[in-house]
């Protein structure tokens, strides 16, 4: 029986534990130091599904840097992209002359991160950068970088450390993957 809004109950199994984010997290803020020293990058969490990693990683960067958010939808409450993306919280800061560095959650097709990228760079960015905690690479149907990532990940829909299903789940402390029975569940109503 799925009981569904007890956490512990819904995950098949841990892809990433705290430790494997944690040591992510350190050795991307050791990199990200190098490359931004003296910058003063704006940082830019991509809402909603960044904020767990953003808020650990950049706690890493030895780096005097801005934050600010950007939402933009490119799923719906499921699975697939739409392939429709548009913005839905912008900006507050103004990104002209900035090197900016978005913070993802997960690159799967690249949509997302390729709209967010030309929309910072359209709008006079010194340079754009982008810092995914996973990377769903053999599911690219975009040509974008992602510039820095913690981890490759196969296709599999994984939640958890901010990633989220039907907006739930995004508080799980590590990343794993669903049990069939949980996506059964929500999808039959
Ligand atoms: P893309 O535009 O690269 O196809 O999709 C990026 C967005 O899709 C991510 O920011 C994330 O919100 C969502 N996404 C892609 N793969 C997964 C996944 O395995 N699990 C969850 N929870 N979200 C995903």
Known sequence: MVKGDNINDIIDHKLFSEDDIHEMCVRLGAQLTKD??????????ALKGAIYFLTDLTRQMDVAHQLDFLDVSSYGDGFESTGKIK???DLAADVKDRDVLIIEDIVDTGLTLKFMKDLIKKRGAKSVKC???????????????????GSKVGNEFVVGYGLDFL?????????GVLKPEVIQKYMNK
Do not use: I
């Not at 810092?131 to 990532?149: G, P, T």
């Not at 907006?167 to 990343?175: A, D, I």
């Open 131 to 149: 810092c995914a905690m996973l990377n769903k690479e053999a599911r690219r149907n975009v040509d974008v970088d992602v510039d820095y990532f």
């Open 36 to 45: 931004y020293a003296g910058k003063r990058p704006l940082v830019v969490g």
């Open 87 to 89: 913005v839905v919280t």
């Open 167 to 175: 907006n739930m789940y995004r508080n799980l402390p590590y990343v």
